[in-house]
């Protein structure tokens, strides 16, 4: 499918605020999990590691099918995509106030939600990318601030809700509140060329032509011959008896030829049909082939390769802190009298400002944006190592707002893929990047909530996290110093006025 250029600005601008509040609304209960995470523990008596599953396959579920949800987005649109994941959102927080135990939740609140979110993320980000290309990174740093103020606020408003109407009732004023993602949804206008043709000709190509002129010639030829037939016998029965038992002697005979005729024309239909099956079939088996030779090449690259290596140990490191930082704070004995402010509010906002500051940072030319989120990595990794030293209120929200504005590298990570791969390869690349990042959010939580169970203490297993982190940033520094260039000028040689966005599956 091709785009018309992007026109940075005028209803780019409308995008960017329905994306906004899109992922506020959606991401804003899952990432503030860790406030229903200690409603959770105490309700069902689980294990830490075990009641962990819950808010890291919400956030982790959505990432890790999001080779799917690029094909989605890329199938039907980001506007469809987005008003039927809204309503995914609202039911599924809905159906978790009816949660009997731990498991259901798995479901309801885990795939049903995190899935939603997932198809969410993916389809702000692309129809964001498609409006906007010299003010890119500003206006993905923008949409993807909506989830850290619905971080931020979420953290106070749920716990204020348990307060008011306990866990169930919090879930459903949570659920009710997401239904206006289908609003949000509904302003996501395509940016398509006038000149494209509409999905219902497109679908109507695809059909042989000769099928469709012979089916039509062989529906007119069979409602003549009946009118033909049925206006020559009411005639004649009426002006004459006797002709009329003789025409009607005649008509049985032409009409036992039509019917010869027909059964060939049956059989002619027959293997027409059967031969376009065979075609569709083995074009749909060509793409599936094309598909899995272009993410081979994908991987040929240096950078990507170290790229979706470095995502997925940052998540299975950096997120836990997230989600698991309110009981930190418990495990360590600290006061409820010393709370000014719940942790994870901290680090949502700090990841606020975290995804400005360095989605405007991305689009200053003296900047590398590979080499500024390598560097978050980095001093995310030291950041963690330093948690297990923090013994009061105070350290651990220096500490929770050095790791949120760190966590703002989410921002540029679009604006990453898109220099290492070219824009034409973004949806595909993306996904698959984007699933490695599922599967790190979806481990992170349970491995530090086992490390707990295990030696019921939290240092050991952010020793772990913050290793896991610093790997990962250094494969992607030692991977982007000989390529980083390269990849650049590759991606950079696109038409000037034309953007093409391919379909994942042909990418």
Not at 60 to 65: N, V
Not at 200 to 218: G, R
Not at 226 to 251: A, H, M, R, T, Y
Request: charge should be neutral.
């Amino acid at each position: 499918m091709v785009f018309r250029k992007p026109p940075d600005g005028g209803w780019g601008w409308v995008i960017v605020v329905v994306s906004f509040f899109t992922q506020f609304l959606c991401y804003g209960s899952p990432l503030a999990v860790g406030v229903l995470y200690l409603e959770w523990l105490d309700a069902f008596g689980e294990g830490k590691g075990k009641t962990a599953w819950v808010g890291s396959l919400a956030n982790g579920i959505g990432l890790l099918a999001s080779p799917v949800c690029s094909a989605c987005v890329s199938s039907f649109g980001a506007r469809p995509v987005a008003i039927f994941s809204g309503f995914m959102v609202a039911g599924g927080l809905m159906m978790s106030s009816f949660a009997p135990n731990i498991y259901f939740l798995y479901v309801s609140y885990g795939i049903v939600v995190g899935l939603g979110c997932g198809l969410l993320y993916t389809a702000t980000v692309t129809i964001t990318c498609q409006y906007f290309d010299k003010h890119r990174g500003l206006a993905l740093g923008l949409i993807s601030t909506g989830s850290s103020v619905g971080l931020f606020i979420y953290a106070a408003l749920q716990k204020e809700l348990i307060e008011l109407y306990g866990l169930d009732g919090c879930l459903l004023i949570v659920g009710a509140l997401s239904l206006n993602i289908l609003a949000c949804g509904s302003l996501m206008r395509p940016l398509e060329s006038s000149s494209s043709p509409p999905p219902e000709k497109m679908c109507v190509d695809k059909v042989p032509d000769q099928y469709l002129v012979y089916h039509e010639k062989e529906k007119t030829v069979e409602e003549n011959i009946s009118i033909l037939e049925k206006g020559f016998i009411d005639e004649k029965c009426v002006n004459n008896v006797p002709d009329c038992k003789q025409d009607s002697i005649l008509n049985k005979n032409v009409l036992s030829s039509i019917n010869i005729n027909e059964k060939d024309t049956y059989k002619k239909k027959v293997v027409e049909q059967t031969n376009f099956c065979k075609q569709l079939a083995k074009r749909k088996w060509q793409l599936y082939l094309t598909y899995w030779k272009e993410t081979m090449v994908l991987f040929k690259n240096k950078v990507f390769s170290a790229l979706f290596v470095a995502i997925l140990l940052f998540d299975i490191g950096g997120f836990p802190p997230s989600l698991l930082m309110e009981d930190v704070a418990r495990s360590a004995n600290i006061s409820e009298d010393d709370y000014y402010m719940p942790l994870i509010s901290i680090i949502g906002i700090m990841t606020t400002v975290g995804k400005l500051i360095l989605g405007i940072l991305a689009d200053f030319k003296w900047v590398n944006t590979l080499y500024l989120y390598v560097t978050t990595l980095l001093m995310t990794g030291v950041a963690l190592f330093a948690i297990p030293f923090a013994k009061s209120y105070l350290t651990l929200a220096m500490l929770s707002g050095i790791l949120g504005f760190l966590t703002g590298n989410w921002s540029i990570f679009p604006y990453v893929t898109t220099k290492t791969v070219g824009i034409e390869k973004l949806t595909h690349a993306y996904g698959i990047l984007m699933f490695f990042a599922g599967l790190g959010n979806s481990l992170g939580p349970p491995i530090v909530g086992w490390f707990y169970d295990w030696t019921q203490e939290y240092d050991t297993a952010f020793y772990f996290s913050g290793s896991c982190v610093l790997l990962g940033g250094f494969l992607l520094l030692l991977a982007a110093l000989p390529c980083w260039n390269a990849c650049t000028n590759q991606s950079s040689k696109l038409p000037p006025n034309t953007y093409s966005y391919k379909v994942a599956s042909n990418a």
